[in-house]
């Protein structure tokens, strides 16, 4: 197996550290990403093949800046996983402009920064892959996470599309789609609910928030076998469009599938009559 470069955003924690430790434990180059530079670096620890470097994936100088950091270092680029994401939960009327807009900053907009800053050295070499961690949330709309699931469809949306467009250059994409893993987008720090302000959501609200909740650190997906699972995936000689990750990532994928299906039946007629005449 050849080692390869890797850039991990938001690598301090949760799953981007897993990632970061699995790409090291497997011999590749790793540029380890996030805001907090001595976080990140404490939580990997020292190894030769370690570069960190600070990004904030909202600020498109952090992410330009951390791809000449990359190349100065090692010379090229191979694998970029955009994993860096937070979670605004709550009801879309109760969610501030301001949350959705940093939601998608985060989420959406902060993927865009940092693979713009990439693509060009990836067209140079002829060579590259970038892997988006999206969610299940970017398959199917779920209550309380509007917010979310516009960030995460829309990711995944961007991520199709820009397949399309990057492949005469060699470069791969994939969409990961996690199902409940016990990271930690579900702790204090990563999760920001929207204040209570409409009276006819309160007994929802009420539930939505102890369910969500009650769900950190119960979650049964484990956070480093998916690390390795990417190891793997990025080893083959063709990376996948999408990986669905997770028994539950399955199942809703199987649902969403099964809902545009019927869907089709229910307006076949009607929709193939569309036709100018």
Known sequence: MSSNVWLITGAGRGLGLDIAKAALAAGHKVVATGRNTEKVAKAIGESENLLVVKLDVTCAADAKAAALATLERFGRIDVLINNAASFYAGYFEELTPEQMDRQLATSLLGPMNVTRAFLPAMRQQRSGRIVSISSTAGLMGFEFCTAYSASKFGLDGWMEALQTEVAPFGIETMIVNPGFFRTELLTEESTNYAE?????????????????????????????????????????????RRFLAGADAIDIAEQKIALLQQQIEAHRELSSSLAID
């Open 196 to 240: 209570p302000s409409i009276e006819d959501y309160h007994e929802q609200r009420t539930a939505q928030i102890a369910f969500w909740r009650s769900q950190n650190g119960k979650q049964e997906g484990d956070p480093a076998k998916l690390a390795r699972a990417l190891i793997t995936l990025t080893d083959q000689d063709e990376l996948p």
